[in-house]
Structures are given as structure tokens and as C-alpha cells.
């Protein structure tokens, strides 16, 4: 593809993700498979600048005055790439795959923009931010009580790449096995923060097509993820239930921490995702594990399993703002109300899943959100409901050393009672955690 032709797929790709409902990753994924004629290094330059735009949204929406995907990318040439008009010209030719020539408003556009930096100072905050106005309180209140000061660049992170990680399932291998057996298949992966299974890959690797990852000797895990699931504290023999378990992330690390031997239960209200949970257990060499989709008659037969867990997780639906750097378009997705639904939904799960932990056993609240609204807010409203009396945070200390995970690198404070992640301090994905034990009775 010539330069030309990859703006010109770009633009293409950028409209088909305005045009639809769907994730910015999914639509990508049936844009590139109707066009498998285009090669390995043409698909990275598409889908890096498109996800670039993505990142530059709010940006290049200030500076365009909300203008088309052309509008945006011409914008983007000029403030990110620092192309002349006259560049920009050539590589809008008309020619062969390449974009329709400039027409007089985008020549002006071009003009216009030209030794402009992309975040001029009377940008408002929110745009430079790359937030919806009504996020931007929220979001910072949030951050700041992590990160202090910091909440900005804490947010920066947010709109930053994401590293791929891997979690080694010590079912199959040890952490020096796999990275042997990475290196076989030409990757190189360094040890990932915080979580002692994670590695983190360096380079763009096509892992599916990997012998080590075929042999489910490792998984796609983020080590804030890994940290979280870690913390659920699963040893051999328990009976733990994974409520909210999807396509099965933290399931997997449930089922290695258990060593295969115990109960493992995995619900989830979505079908599809169990099904590919299914597939990445067997992968895995996982032979304790059941799952259950929560329709109706799951969910009565759920009921009759009052008080059956040492150990029920409870990895929430929610916002997904921890995950932001791997789904940059999900922040315009986002409303107001979302949040108050997700809430509830917090709240009703939360209450569901304190019914199943047996005495002396706990219950473990998760989500891949940073904002307090999700998190705390809803922790503090299940212990202050009649579902939560008998319960009460754990230490984060005390179950960081309790799950095995080294003390001196424990993140959080000797008197926390819930650990948040966030990428710009800790080098993973946002997450939350929070331990709460049921008293004996
Ligand atoms: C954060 S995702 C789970 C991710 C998964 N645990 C992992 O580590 O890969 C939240 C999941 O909750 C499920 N969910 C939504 N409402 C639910 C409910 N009422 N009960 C159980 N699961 C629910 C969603 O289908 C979704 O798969």
C-alpha cells in the first residue's frame, strides 16, 4: 500500500467505527477480516493511526469544529504529523486507492492548522483531557484520592497504549518455563508489574499463532487482573464460585491457584461468554471447574447454593474505565445513567453473591472501573444494607500476604480496606478490589 492508501483505509475503517454501535475492536476485527488482502505491516499503520484518532478524539473535534473522519485526519496530519499542505496534497491524489484530492474547506482546514500544537492552552480541560464534560468531576475526584495531585496524568495514562500481558498457568508451566517457551516462538517477555505469574511482551506478537499459547501454557491476562484474582485468595480444595466469571480471565487464575483440586463454579448471565470460557479451560488443562449460565432456572438453582463458598468473586459488570487504554472509543459511550444502572446492578449482584459465602468465608468485589461511584460507594452501601451485616473489609495487606503475592510490593497502605490500580502508578490496567469477610457464626 502506498502511504496515500493507508489514509485512504484509515478513513474507511474511521467511518465504519462512527457508523456503529459496536466497539471500536469488533468493528476493526470484521473491517480487517473482509480485507485480508491487506498485509501485516499496512494493518498495523490503518489500525495505528486509527487508534490514534480514537485517542486524539476530543482534540481534533475542538480544532475541526466537530468535523467529518476526513476533517479529523487531515487535522491529525497537520497537528500530530506536522505535514505542510503541500504533503498533505500529494498524499490525497486521487489516484489508485488513494483519498479524493482536498477539497477548498479542507485546503483552508489544512491552512489554517498549520504550526498549531494539538492542545492549545484555551482548550478546555476536558477536551485536552479527552473526556466527556460530565466526566471530568467524577474522573478526578476518583483519581485524586490514588494518586493525589497526579489525577492528571493519571487520566493521560488512561488514553495511552496497553501493554499485552500474559499470565503462566502453573498447571501446565512455570514462569521461567514459559518465557523459555515464548522465546521459542521469537518472544521476548519480561517480568510484568505486581502479579508474580505475569509476563509482559515486548513487540507486536501474533501470540494465537504460538505454540506456548496453543498449549495453554499461558493466557492473555492483564497483572492488574492477575492481582485482582490473586487476591480472591483460592487455594487447593476450596469451593470457590466465580459469579460474574465471562469469558473466563479470572476463572482460569482461579482454577491454576486451586492447583485443579477444590469446587470451581463459573456463572455468567451471557452464554457466548461462557462458551469461549469453556474453550479457554480446556485449552488450559482445567478439570475442576462448572459453568452455569444464569437464565432463570440458573438462577433458582444458584439460591439453593446458600452459604456453599469459601471464596465467591464477584468481578462486576461496570463502566470499564480502568480498561480505557485497550477500548479508547468506550469513554464517548458512556453516560450519565449508565451509571446509575450499573450501580444498582453492582448492588443487586453484591446481595446475590453474599447469600452463597458460608461462614468465615469471603466475598471478593471487583471491577475494572476507577471511578468511586462503582467502587467504594458501592462496597459502603452493601456493608451498611442488610445483606452486608456480617461482613467486613479485610486488610488489603492482610490479604495481599494471605494470596501468596510478595509484601514488599504491596501497593496499598497498612490501614486500606481496597486497593485501586491505576496505570499511571502501578504500570497495569485500572482496577479495584476489595476483600470482605462473612463472620463465623
Ligand atoms: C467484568 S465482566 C467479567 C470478566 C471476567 N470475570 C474475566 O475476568 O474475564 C462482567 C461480567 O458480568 C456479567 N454479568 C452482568 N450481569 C450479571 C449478573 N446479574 N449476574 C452475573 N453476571 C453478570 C457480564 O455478562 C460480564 O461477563
Redesign the pocket.
Known sequence: MTPGARLAASLDLLTAIAGDPRPADAVAQTFLRARRYIGAGDRRAVTERVYGLLRRHARLGWWTGHGTPRDRLIADLVLTDGLTVKAIKALFSGQGHEPEPLTGPERTLAERLQGQPLEPPEMPEADRLELPEWLLEPLSASLSATVGPDWRAALAALNGEAPLDLRVNTLKADREGARAALAEADITAVDGPLAPLALRVEGRVNLAATAPFRDGLVEV?DAG?QVA?ALVGATPGMAVC??????????LALAAAMAGKGRLLA????AP?LDR?KVRLRRAGVHNATLHV?DESGRKWLKRQAGAFDRV?V????S?TGAWRRNPDARWRLDPEDLVNLAA?QD??LV?AARLVRPGGRLIYV??SVLTAENEDRVAAFLTGPAGAGFAPVPVVEAWAEAGLPPDTCPAAGDALSLRLVPSVHATDGFFAAVLRRAEE
Open positions: 491476562q487482573s484474582a466465580d459469579l460474574c466469571a465471562g469469558a473466563g480471565g479470572k476463572t456463572c455468567d448471565v451471557s461468554r470460557a444464569l468473586l468481578d462486576a459488570p461496570c470499564g446492578e443487586a449482584i446475590r471491577t475494572c
